[in-house]
């Protein structure tokens, strides 16, 4: 180090090389001079002594940014000649150095699209990788790798594999015949990954929708979430909720053990006032997790969500409250869905008040300012409608709800304002989501109806079957906006709710007053609950009856369920008989 002011290019590069090869390195000041050198050095160099110089920085983790400026004005002249695997080492340097450099990037991608064929399966995995690791989306580079990368296709190790799917994952572009490949090679060689590479490429299966079976077999006996960093780890179960392996037994037990050690050590470290407690978002991803779970525990689970659960949210909520105020739309949205698909039990406002009443203010100014987009803005008021049906379709709501009041008037005008201004382009869950609201709205709207299950067919004719032989008359199935009705009679609406529109309560949770009979263990959804108030609105008495409740119940319990349903309550028979006593006394007089 005492000799780098007599050194010449070549002499530096092979100094700075020799460092790379040994654990300790010499004192920052020390590497600031090396650096010094060697950028007035570069013009020295060849182009393959460029490309192991940048790969010997990134090694070296030398703090010299004023050679990578150099280097990178240096190579940029060079790029026409250099070959794939110069091209290769400079990029994956920049990417290792995480240096997002915006005119050298592009031009390294320019001068491998004349020789993308010339690649070598490794050196392209990784080439293509360096520009998803730095967030730079190159389309033209992705687009012609795609052919050259299926043409690779049996020379493909798993980590080429695993590099080629986060590269396209990355961006959340799906290209057909790379999606293929991954289909077919990955369920063989994926188990071949280190932890950490197994791990993310979950992220990317889940982002391109890879999901073969042996592939999914692969990710729950092998994965590890151990040793993962905190932004992984929130990645990884949202992306395992999304792929159904949520519900998975190791799965299950990793989650609660990683969750409880990593809340636990995040509050700790706030306790203390730590100064680095490291970036909290992932903590919102564990939330969108849960949510996600939460899905496919009543499709595929009857409704039964883990008890670990209760205890994770409450941990949770304390630090979602401190990042509230910093969410964007996009977040905000988020949040709110994630609320909206958990169990009601679980996320009621009485039991996390703090944090429902931080997340309306905040929809409240993102939304004055106009910050959400129209699909951003159409999912936060379906989220508030379906979390507080009773606030926003009562004129009785309780009056210490005061800032969810507030947010729901502020977004729901704001929701208003796009009237005649709403973009084409919906997908199928915003378009029902836009019905949902313009009926509770009143507006004159195209409903899309909820796409409801062949099969309820049937069973809602034997419904109206028992309906009669009450001596009662019966009509159905009919449509309310986008909701099915299965059967009307004398103002009461029954409405068959399918299996997976119910959770199983937790333990300890209150006693659904809409559940009727052996239902009282069962809570609806969010979204179920919100179509029940609304239905009600609409001058009705809406009768929900959870499918598979009916389907194992015998005829005679079905029949003694439609009778006690129908049955008049003694209100009502005392109401009956007060209106004949003064149409008598009317007669009379």
Not at 292 to 313: H, I, K, L
Not at 328 to 356: D, F, G, I, W
Not at 391 to 413: G, I, M, V
Not at 495 to 505: Q, R, S, T, V
């Amino acid at each position: 180090m005492a000799q780098v002011e007599h050194m010449d290019g070549k002499d530096c590069i092979r100094v700075l090389g020799a460092l790379a090869q040994v654990s300790q390195k010499p004192e920052p000041a020390a590497l600031q001079s090396l650096g010094v050198q060697l950028s007035e050095r570069l013009g020295d160099i060849s182009t393959s002594d460029m490309a192991g110089l940048a790969e010997n920085l990134a090694v070296v983790s030398a703090p010299v940014a004023p050679v990578f400026a150099r280097l990178s004005f240096a190579f940029s002249k060079r790029v026409s000649v250099a070959n794939p695997r110069q091209l290769t080492q400079v990029a994956s340097a920049f990417a290792r150095a995480r240096l997002a450099d915006r005119r050298l990037m592009p031009r390294l991608a320019q001068g491998a699209l004349k020789q993308l064929h010339l690649f070598s399966p490794q050196d392209l995995s990784a080439f293509m990788s360096s520009f998803a690791a730095l967030g730079l989306c190159h389309e033209p580079l992705l687009t012609g790798s795609a052919k050259v990368v299926v043409q690779l296709g049996p020379r493909l190790s798993a980590m080429d594999l695993a590099l080629v799917a986060f590269s396209y994952a990355q961006f959340f572009l799906v290209f057909p015949s790379v999606v293929s490949l991954l289909q077919e090679r990955l369920p063989s060689c994926a188990h071949e990954l280190p932890k950490d590479r197994l791990a993310e490429l979950t992220v990317s299966c889940a982002r391109l929708e890879v999901r073969p079976k042996e592939l999914l077999a692969t990710f729950a006996r092998n994965l590890d979430l151990v040793s993962l960093s905190d932004e992984l780890f929130g990645q990884v179960p949202k992306s395992l909720s999304s792929l159904g392996l949520a519900s998975s037994p190791s799965i299950q037990q990793q989650l609660e053990q990683e969750c409880r050690k990593r809340l636990d050590q995040h509050n700790r470290s706030l306790d203390v006032g730590a100064a680095n407690t490291g970036s909290p978002w992932w903590l919102l991803d564990i939330l969108e997790c849960l949510a996600g779970a939460a899905d496919e525990c009543r499709s595929s689970q009857s409704g039964v969500v883990p008890s670990f659960w209760q205890t994770t949210f409450n941990a949770l909520c304390p630090v979602l409250v401190g990042l509230v105020s910093h969410l964007t739309s996009t977040e905000a949205a988020t949040l709110y869905r994630s609320l909206r698909h958990l169990p009601p039990s679980l996320v009621r406002p009485e039991k996390s008040s703090q944090l429902h009443e931080e997340l309306a203010l905040r929809c409240m100014g993102l939304a004055t300012v106009e910050a959400f987009d129209f699909i951003q803005l159409t999912s936060v008021v379906y989220s508030q409608l379906c979390l507080y049906p009773e606030l926003c379709l009562s004129e009785h709501a309780n009056p210490s709800w005061t800032a969810l009041s507030s947010s729901w008037k502020t977004t729901s005008e704001a929701w208003k304002r796009f009237e005649g201004h709403q973009p084409e382009a919906q997908d199928a869950q915003s378009q029902f989501q836009v019905s949902v609201l313009s009926m509770a709205f009143g507006l004159e709207k195209s409903l899309v109806a909820s796409p409801e299950s062949s099969r309820h067919r049937p069973v809602a004719l034997e419904l109206q079957e028992h309906i009669r032989a009450c001596g009662c008359d019966v009509q159905g199935p009919q449509w309310e906006g986008p909701f099915k009705i299965d059967a009307v009679t004398d103002g009461i609406s029954f409405c068959l709710m399918p299996e997976d529109a119910y959770f199983k309560k937790l333990s300890g949770s209150f006693s659904s007053a809409q559940a009727p009979l052996e239902e009282n263990k069962l809570e609806l959804c969010h979204e179920r609950a919100a179509q029940l108030w609304l239905l009600n609105l609409a001058s009705r008495k809406v009768v929900p009856i959870a499918f598979e409740t009916w389907r194992r119940s015998s005829a005679q319990e079905r029949q003694r369920m439609i009778q006690q349903t129908l049955k008049p309550t003694e209100s009502q028979l005392d109401q009956k008989s007060s209106t004949q006593r003064q149409m008598l006394m009317c007669l009379i007089c």
